[in-house]
């Protein structure tokens, strides 16, 4: 029996509409009010007639396909609609519903050549380019296998059933087997009997049957029913009683009964979400006691969409549509959460293998799965019930000449978990994070977030590869690992991160530990030097930029009268910590030591003396040694003597310090000099203060200083 039964239900029959032929006006009766069973033959002979007489009546053919298709002829109903999608004349419509039937009649080698045909007639339709986009998705899954084993429940030679679950040992399940009623109950949709509530045993014989009256019956259907973990709850499924008329169709729409048992007897609740313009059904609780049911309430994405509430302080919570992750523009109905929180449902609107098919959601954030074959066919499948523990349930389908039965499935059951952890390279976990899993064999999709210690779990399929990606947020650089998981237990999988900015610092100090103050520091980079900079006693730290650290290969500090220092820039670690240099400045001493205090002067002169030549020539030496090397010498002078004065001498005590550097050998511009006069005492002998020849002595003295010159770098 088609599942649509479930949310369009005719009641009576309209009255004759006059402007019509006799036999129109027959068929459009019996179409107004769902009896499609009859309706089919007079709209076929009047289709027939009509292509006879090339009148081509498209009102007639799209009549057959209709009634066609709803009582299940999906042969005949594909017929028509060749006959309507070769016309011009053909809407949008139209060709969805010609898209259905191919999947329907397993005719998926014509798809795409239909597909391609529609947009060549209308190319501007949302809803057959959607089709196209999902075509070469809908042909892949069909090769999509499960670990499912499918079976017969048992023989059924008349009628039809579903919709199966297990309760207190037996089995309740939906049957139109049974004519219960007073009055013949015969449902004109399908010609069949209305559906009851049935109970089988679940050990013994499961051909005897009996009416489950732990409920009371109603006159038109009865089911599906659920039940909580506790069987302390059902959830019947029924028609109303208030009758909603549409364009002069009367309905009776789906709602939802609540029952509590209480020393052993059934107590009716009332829910209060039902209404008599719409239908509310197909409603089950999960273990925590929130209920899922479908509904086609007006201000959902399309057709009847899955909507969740809980039961809290005495009353149900306003439902909340699923969203976009479940529900379609189509149908997507049955819902069922398993007792791992597993959202299991059926759906016309993903793309799929023809009528409804099963698809499973894991949590909340993930896309729905195609459950695959041997779940999933061509026909209609639905009511699915599993319990995760030990892999066996139900499962309801009109595969077998689009006859609804009940099957039982099963499934290996392994005790496999992965525990995504998503921390820095430096085992900082990182919290509110996105992690996408892909599943290699199915190129499936989920998303997950992770919890404040960085952890995300989810349940693999067992020989199954799968890419797991971080895609980087803020400081945090992507990564990914790709994990097979092929053994049962708790599985860890480590995601780390590493930090996309980056610094370092750069310590220059004595033995001691104490600042430097005027070394030169020169980056390199593959042997060529790339910056330089002179360390300063005010400044301990030296910040090194993440561009700075990577192009860096190693840092040499350059001091006089100190031996060199060199680092090399640890590279073999990815993390990109922030990391701390020291380039250690050792003193000379001995004959390697350049005495600057033993370049002395005698007063108002600037002649070297000769103990002064000795210490100018290990200065030489040096500056030979590092050529890249620029020294300014600057001259000072005692305050003896005017300002301008001394600025002069002090000039000359330089220049002739140079002199003799530059006659050594060293190039020019290499040795700078520099007077200060008296601008740079040491001592307290400045101007009128009375110092002895020693005092001033300190005074009259040469110092070194190393200069940046820009034109080095």
Known sequence: MRLFVYFLIAINLIGWSFGQTMKEEYATKLSKTLNYTEAYP??????????????????????????????????????????????????????????????????????????????????????????????????????????????????????????????????????????????????????????????????????????WKEVKRTNPHDGPISFSLDNKTAILTVNQKEIDEVDGTKFSRLKLKIYREKNGEWREEAFPYNNKSYSVGHGVLDQQGNMYFSSDKPGGIGGADIYKTSFRNGSWTEPVNLGNKVNTYRDELFPFVSNNGTLYFSSNGWPGNGGLDVFYQESQNSEPKHIGSPINTNADDFGIYIDENTGRGFLSSNRNNFKDEIYKISKPVYKIEAEVLLSTCDNKPLAKQTILVKNLKTNSEDKFITDDKGKVSFKPSMNTSYKITYSGEGNSSACSVDKTFDKEGKIPVKLSSNYKTFFGKLKVINEKGENIDGAKITYFSKGKATKNILSSKDKSIIELTS???????????????????????????????????????????????????????????????????????????????????????????????????????????????????????????????????????????????????????????????????????
């Not at 048992?154 to 007073?182: D, H, M, Q, W």
């Not at 922030?578 to 002169?605: A, H, R, W």
């Not at 040795?671 to 001592?683: C, F, H, P, S």
């Not at 002595?697 to 110092?703: A, F, H, K, V, Y």
């Open 547 to 713: 561009q700075e650290l990577v192009e860096t290969d190693s840092i040499v500090a350059v001091m006089i009268n100190y031996s060199d220092a060199r680092i090399i820039l640890d590279k073999s670690s990815d993390c990109n910590l922030d990391k701390t240099y020291s380039l250690v400045l050792t003193k000379k001493s001995g004959s390697e030591l350049i005495n600057l205090g033993m370049i002395y002067y005698d007063f108002d002169l600037w002649n070297l003396r000769p103990e002064s030549k000795a210490e100018l020539d290990k200065l030489i030496k040096y500056m030979k040694e590092h050529p890249d090397l620029t020294v300014e010498l600057g001259s000072h002078t005692d305050s003896r003597g005017s300002d301008r004065y001394n600025e002069k001498l002090s000039e000359r005590r330089s220049q002739s310090c140079v002199k003799y550097i530059r006659e050594a050998g060293i190039p020019k511009g290499k040795i700078l000099a520099k007077g200060y006069g008296e601008t740079k005492l040491v001592n307290r002998c400045s101007n009128k203060e009375k110092c002895s020849k020693a005092e001033h002595q300190l005074n009259r003295r040469t110092e070194l200083q190393i200069q940046i010159i820009e034109t080095e770098n």
């Open 42 to 211: 007079v709209w076929a002979e009047m289709a027939t007639k009509s292509i006879k007489k090339n009148e081509n009546n498209w009102g007639y053919i799209r009549k057959a396909v209709e009634s066609a298709a709803k009582t299940e002829q999906y042969d005949k109903a594909l017929f028509w609609a060749e006959k309507l999608t070769a016309n011009n004349d053909t809407c949008s419509l139209d060709w969805l519903t010609y898209f259905d039937l191919l999947l329907i009649n397993s005719q998926y080698n014509r798809l795409l050549n239909a597909i391609d045909s529609a947009l060549a007639r209308i190319p501007n339709s949302i809803k057959i380019q959607e089709w196209k986009n999902s075509a070469s998705l809908i042909l892949s899954q069909l090769q999509d296998s499960s670990e499912y084993s499918i079976t017969n429940l048992r023989e059924s030679n008349k009628g039809e059933e579903f919709c199966a679950v297990p309760y207190k040992g037996a089995i309740i399940l939906v049957s139109n087997r049974r004519n219960t009623g007073f009055i013949n109950r015969n449902y004109t949709w399908t010609g069949q009997f209305f559906t009851d509530l049935i109970s089988i045993s679940d050990t013994v014989d499961i051909s005897k049957d009996k009416l």
